[in-house]
């Protein structure tokens, strides 16, 4: 496997049934689907009438999304047992969103995320969505609609490529960062420039630094880089209820290293990197039920 593809574990097709026994019965009912094409994956989320997830999948995007769109598709409705002809509605959403060609809408990150995660964890102020290639902070209000929102696209530095090209630096699988952190803080990245922070560690390496040190300054740099992304829309997050989606949620110590600069505990949803496409999943289902009234 490149390692562009690290973050979606190995190549591997990680898929989410809840309930199994209930799903047979619910297998013939009207369901949605959610579709979340990102620059490392390719996320889907297939949900039925009454709000249920049947099914999540999360592929590798690969240099063909419309081909990891049809893969994601298959997983889930294998993974639920419900056939094609089942499905309602699809939004799609992520940056290959208008790649999908049978779908109700496509649906901005920011709105799908908010959406999702408000359906998941009702309450929440502050989002934050450290993705593949860019991150997200989002101050939502009471019924989960964004308030404002602040985004990092135009430099993959703070997101889950720059930690797939530290990883490689150090000889490791992406995957490995959080238990290699050691929970040091006496080094410091001086640039959070993927380009020149693979310099720095390469020398860092060079000169004998500890793996376990390095890791922990990695992360800490992306948690500065996060923090000054969610300063911009709200200045005293650490007040409020802070949440975290995308695939680097899965990264414990970054996490951890964020809620020290915020100053407040972050809570991540059981598989953050499919908030988003629930969120579609659940807009598909308004969008079909509006239409047929």
Known sequence: MGDRFRLVEMLT????????????????SLN????????????????????????????PTGARNIAAVQRARREVL???????????GVVSTGYGRNRVADR????????????????????????????????????????????????NDKCAAGTGRFLEVMARALETDVDRLAALDDGSDHLRLSSTCTVFAESEVVSLIAEGADTGSIVSALHRAVAARTLALVK???????????????????????????????ACGIRVPPQPDTVGALGAALIAREKYHASTR
């Open 13 to 28: 097709i990680r898929t989410q049934q809840t309930q199994p026994t209930q799903q047979t019965k619910e297998s013939d």
């Open 32 to 59: 949605f689907l959610g579709i979340d094409i990102g620059s490392l994956s390719c996320d889907a989320v297939l949900i039925n009438d009454r709000q249920r997830v049947l099914a999540a999948a999360v592929v």
């Open 78 to 88: 294998h993974s639920a047992g419900c056939a094609e002809e089942s499905i309602g």
């Open 104 to 151: 109700l809408a496509a649906v901005t990150e920011i709105t799908c995320h908010a959406r999702g995660i408000h359906h998941l964890l009702p309450g929440i102020d502050v989002l934050i969505d450290i993705g593949g290639q860019d991150s997200k902070a989002m101050r939502l209000d009471r019924d989960g609609r964004v308030r404002d929102f602040a985004m």
């Open 232 to 262: 911009r829309v709200c200045p005293h997050a650490g007040s409020f209820k802070v949440c975290m989606s995308g695939g680097v949620a899965h990264n414990r110590a970054v996490v951890k290293a964020l809620g020290r600069l915020l």
